[in-house]
């Protein structure tokens, strides 16, 4: 019955990652105009979910300053794949795909992966406490996977691509559940560990590649107004932190 549980919980979770088909029926050039606020919010929530959830978590379960170099490691590894993406398909600095999208799909499917484990670590503890961990974790995935889509169709993608994607990737707390459940009594050392390397992955996309996008932009309304939507991307963070 508990494993019955762990998938209901995560299943439901994945299907938050398909938010992004309310936008198929926006016409192209409303959508575009839409971009690049959507990029503002993806920074605020990246980096909000960095600071206001993952490293509090990873603290939380993670003794001394571990954590800290367990996001050092996030970081550096996530630049390390920018520059290794970016040589392989990039040619004469020309990407037909930012390399920042691939990056949020591995942070993304990373972080779901651990999303997966802590759902199936609380369920095994209790049904209460693996309610409340599911409540939890899909407040702060809604505004979260709003941005994920927006980054994926600022990088290149299409609507319909991103939004494949972007469920592949929520799949993958379906299998770190699996695995959680399979494993409980081990998987929860390595849990900080994921959070943590997560949180420096976030951290890095946010603040190399989307607020440098945000820069670009010339027309000062329209730079403004990213400004405003990062901002509500950190407040709904700090709002689902307390709600959650």
């Given amino acids: 019955m508990t494993l019955i549980w762990i998938l209901s919980a995560t299943v439901i979770v994945s299907i938050i990652s398909l938010i992004g088909v309310f936008t198929l029926g926006v016409k192209s050039k409303m959508f575009d105009k839409m971009l690049v606020l959507i990029v503002g919010f993806a920074a605020g929530a990246l980096i909000g979910s960095a600071f206001l959830h ?11 300053e571990a954590v800290f170099f367990y996001a050092l490691v996030g970081f550096t590894v996530f630049f390390l794949m920018e520059r290794y ?7 004469n600095g020309v990407c037909e795909i930012h390399t920042f999208t691939y990056l949020n799909l591995i942070g993304d499917g990373v972080h779901n992966f651990a999303d997966g484990l802590i759902i199936a670590a609380s369920f095994v503890t209790s049904l209460k406490l693996g309610l409340v961990t599911t409540l939890a974790v899909i407040l702060h995935e809604i ?14 993608f ?52 989307l607020i440098p996008e945000l820069h670009k932009q010339k027309d000062a309304k329209r730079a403004n107004a990213a400004f405003v939507s990062f901002i509500l991307g950190l407040i709904l963070m700090v709002l689902t932190k307390f709600i959650g």
């Fill in 54 to 64: 993952l490293l509090p978590e990873a603290v939380r379960d993670c003794e001394g």
């Fill in 85 to 91: 993406i970016y040589w392989r398909h990039c040619h």
């Fill in 143 to 156: 505004p979260q996977e709003i941005g994920d889509f927006g980054i994926l169709v600022y990088g290149g």
């Fill in 158 to 209: 299409s609507k319909k691509k991103a939004l494949l994607f972007n469920f592949a990737c929520a799949l993958m707390a379906i299998l770190g559940a699996v695995f959680g459940y399979a494993l409980s009594e081990i998987t929860g050392q390595s849990v900080p560990f994921l959070i943590a390397f997560t949180a420096g992955g976030f951290i890095y996309i946010a603040a190399s590649d």
